[in-house]
């Protein structure tokens, strides 16, 4: 606000004629408490090119500069006599007198594309940084259960066995059965345009044991526990059932982290056997009925053709896998903060990661035990 001489009155202006123009000289005090009908006056005015006299004016908030600038703009007249503090008060309302955008204008496609591809990069960073940091803090943790044993949690690890081996034999059991069945009759269908149906044998048995096992057992594994321990762990975080632990003395590490660990990891070799041998089953049946290929035949036939470097992959991924996928879930769930929002959010990236780390961990080992003679 503004003040321009000991002038304190109502606001009000008179309207003459000087040399061809109209004037409208304001007096008194052109503010808010004092503006009364001044406003809906000057709205009521016809014409353009006014001169606005300010010379009179007493005092001039904001509203009172906002309303002389506004009558200016679109009358198109011109304003004298404003004394220097209205003059600079005037500048600021024409300054600050800019549109405003409801939406911001959107940015270019290839800004927006490229801070996108800038931003998943920098959080996979950050996250693989996490991860690393996770497997840190969980090593330490075995090495403490390991010089005080009594610190281990058989009975967690045990009840994760079921859960997570037991409970699952169902659906990993007719998952595999169904896809040795998916293999063999695109196989054979393949095949048999060049009259060599019979290696269809070959084709189950070295695929199901060698990668469809253990990689579909990883994957349903991933969506089954590794989302239930992201659920779990962030519900127990949100609740702060997590901090209360730490308060009395329990470590979450071992009391929590730990057992799903360690169930998963033992487990994931049993389950991708079992997946790996219902497969075969699958497209033993299918050869049977599809392709007159007997049992008996089938399984002399798969007996030959698989040889033990398989059997060794399976049991060498099948762990790591189950490292991988429970060290997802749980860090994963250990994360959740704020709200229970956070909790699915949270539970839906464990299980891409999971996956995700799985199939790039699958890829390694592919080239690795190929390097080492493993075929």
Known sequence: MQHVGPMSSVA????T??????VLRFQGDLVLPKLGPLPTRLERLKGRNYVLDLSGVGRMDTIGAWIVHRTARQRESEIVGASEGVEHLLRQVEAADQPVKVRPDPPPAFT???GQVGGA???AGQTMLGLLGFFGAMLISIGQVIRHPRRFRLNAVVQRFEVVGVHAFGIIGLMSFLVGIVIAQQGAVQLRQFGAEVFTVNLIGRSSVKELGVLMTAIMVAGRSGSSFAAQLGSMKLAEEVDAMRT???????ALVLPRVFATVLMMPLLSFYA??????????FCWIGLDIPPITFVQRTREIIPMTDLWQLLWKAPVFGLIIAMAGCFQGMQVEANAEEVGLRTTT???QG???VIVLDAFFAVFFTSIGWI
């Open 112 to 114: 927006r594309v490229l």
């Open 350 to 352: 464990a299980v891409v």
């Open 276 to 285: 790996a041998l219902v497969a075969i089953v699958g497209g033993g049946i």
């Open 12 to 15: 009000r202006f008179t309207e």
């Open 355 to 357: 996956i995700f780390l």
């Open 121 to 123: 990069t920098m959080l």
């Open 248 to 254: 009395i003395g329990v470590s979450p590490m071992e």
């Open 17 to 22: 004629a000087e040399d061809g123009r109209r």
